[in-house]
């Protein structure tokens, strides 16, 4: 049991590795300026910039297969998280328009925005599913100012297949 709780340990340290690592090396791609033009708000629609980063971060979504989402999150003055923008199509259920208001999102989403805080957490339940995520905030380099929040989610069935599959045979 011992052997088995250590190899499942190590198979999901290396998946969550791995995740923040790729989160990480997306987000560095993202440009600064381009998420610091994001209003929040519906009328961010009407900026190009928005349909640029959508596309460019759909594009990366279709070469992730584990990936359900990328998004980034911006928060208000008042500290209210919002959406940013949504790689999900419009016409989605699941859509988020910029400006909807993320209610009660989890604590580490808060610490990314405040404590400029890195990392992978869950697994989680919110509103949209069960997920665990990876955050990596989004630093003005010149105000040192968090801009936004990049987050991918993982559905927590694909994550446990690979913590399973990885734990039946640990090749690495």
């Avoid at 209610?103 to 919110?126: C, L, N, S």
């Avoid at 010149?142 to 990049?150: D, H, I, L, N, Q």
């Amino acid at each position: 049991i011992v052997v088995v709780g250590v190899v499942v340990w190590r198979a999901d340290r290396k998946y969550r590795s791995d995740l923040l690592i790729q989160t990480r090396l997306i987000a560095n791609a993202v440009n600064v300026q381009d998420v610091s033009t994001l209003t929040g708000t519906p009328e961010q629609l009407n900026n190009p910039v928005h349909y640029q980063l959508v596309q460019k971060l759909t594009e990366i979504l279709g070469v992730m297969p584990e990936w359900k989402w990328i998004y980034i999150l911006l928060q208000r003055g008042d500290g209210v998280i919002v959406a940013g923008l949504d790689t999900d199509p419009p016409e989605s259920e699941d859509y988020s328009i910029p400006g909807e208001v993320y209610d009660d999102p989890p604590v580490e989403f808060i610490q990314a925005f405040e404590e400029k805080r890195i990392g992978v957490f869950g697994p989680y339940v919110d509103e949209w599913g069960e997920w665990l995520t990876a955050a990596v905030p989004i630093v003005d380099p010149t105000t040192e100012r968090v801009v936004g929040v990049y987050a991918v989610d993982i559905e927590v069935t694909k994550w446990l297949l690979n913590i399973l599959s990885k734990s039946i045979f640990p090749i690495e």
